[in-house]
């Protein structure tokens, strides 16, 4: 797969609490009671890998904490979040890029993929998704500084996390988004914006029985992938992935669930009110920031904005690329992402 022409936000990871790790493809067998559910996306990844099945899938969690994830790889952790409306397949060509080097773990985002998708509307806060993502870290990776990997809610949340638990990361690469403060700022200060943004107010009306019509699914289909699959940017069996990822049940509402928890009215906005975590924060790690200069999700000043709370801002910008760096050219976005993650003189290429 390699582009998506998506205008919309994403989102990240719900809850609090967790419980013990379940790999899929551990050698115990589940209990007769217990319905293992399977993943095609996975199955997909292991059979457009080079040799074997090296990509693995797990859970985090139960009921409504459970977080699905897939991994491939050995070595340091990094750990993908996505965006909305997608899961953690978008990630393949990164995935498929460092697994001989890092364990690259991507995570279906609460409310996506085969992920839970909780109900209430607070699950999707900023604070609990981050108290959420900082226990699987703990879970997945224990005593392990990490890097983490964001793309649009996904990045947000990463980089407010950032902001917050730096001390548990090694470095942090962000996809077309900004701090969730910054979000805020943008949203109450810049018209540009607000312009750019006023996708946010319909979805913010939509409610749980629209979400979860057929023909709510196919419309946000034929928005995100369909135009992909007309021109062979993803092929059939990754267009029938994500048409069936858009048609779980709860997965779409779950995902504007975050726009709800979030983003206030327009004429609501206080962002004093609303930070997280807090006013003033900034990040104490290397970040990189990946753009296109075709993005008109964010304005070009949410750059500026996130480069004042962050004195270690490296930003990578690519021509004829929009909103979704990472499959519009995944060959920069994989050169760029290496260039920061991997050592001096460390190559990333499979064993001979």
């Not at 709510?216 to 267009?239: C, H, I, N, P, W």
């Amino acid at each position: 797969m390699r582009m998506l022409g998506l205008i919309l936000m994403g989102s990240a990871l719900a809850s609090c609490s967790y419980s013990p790790a379940k790999d899929l493809n551990a050698a115990s067998a589940p209990s007769v009671t217990e319905a293992i559910p399977t993943d095609p996306a996975a199955e997909y990844a292991n059979a457009l890998a080079e040799s074997g099945a090296p990509y693995r899938q797990g859970f985090s969690g139960e009921g409504e904490d459970r977080i699905h994830y897939v991994e491939a790889g050995a070595g340091p952790a990094v750990i993908f979040i996505h965006g909305f409306p997608s899961f953690w397949y978008v990630w393949r060509d990164q995935m498929e890029a460092f697994r001989h080097c890092r364990r690259v773990i991507a995570i279906d985002a609460p409310g996506a993929g085969l992920s839970a998708k909780p109900e209430p509307n607070q699950a999707y806060r900023v604070e609990a998704l981050a108290k959420r993502l900082d226990a699987l870290i703990a879970e997945l990776a224990p005593g392990e500084k990490v890097t983490l990997v964001g793309h649009d809610w996904g990045g947000a949340l990463a980089w407010s996390y950032a902001q917050w638990q730096s001390e548990k990361l090694d470095r942090l690469a962000v996809f077309s988004a900004p701090p969730y403060n910054v979000l805020l700022d943008l949203l109450a200060t810049d018209p540009q914006q607000r312009e750019v943004s006023s996708y946010m107010p319909t979805l913010l009306a939509i409610d749980r029985e629209t979400a979860s019509t057929d023909a709510f699914a196919r419309s946000f289909y034929d928005l995100a992938y369909k135009r992909m699959v007309d021109t062979q940017v993803l092929d059939e069996r990754e267009g029938a992935i994500f048409r069936d990822g858009l048609a779980r049940d709860g997965a779409l509402y779950a995902g504007i669930q975050w726009y709800k928890a979030n983003i206030p009215a327009f004429e609501q906005l206080n962002p004093a009110a609303s930070y997280w975590p807090g006013p003033g924060t900034t990040t104490k790690i290397p970040v990189l920031l990946v753009r296109g200069k075709q993005d008109r999700t964010f304005v070009k000043r949410m750059a500026e904005l996130a480069a004042a709370d962050t004195p270690d801002l490296t930003i990578a910008e690519f021509e004829d690329v929009g909103h979704w760096t990472q499959f519009q050219n995944p060959e920069a976005a994989n050169a760029a992402l290496g260039g920061f993650i991997l050592g001096d003189g460390e190559e990333c290429a499979p064993a001979r």
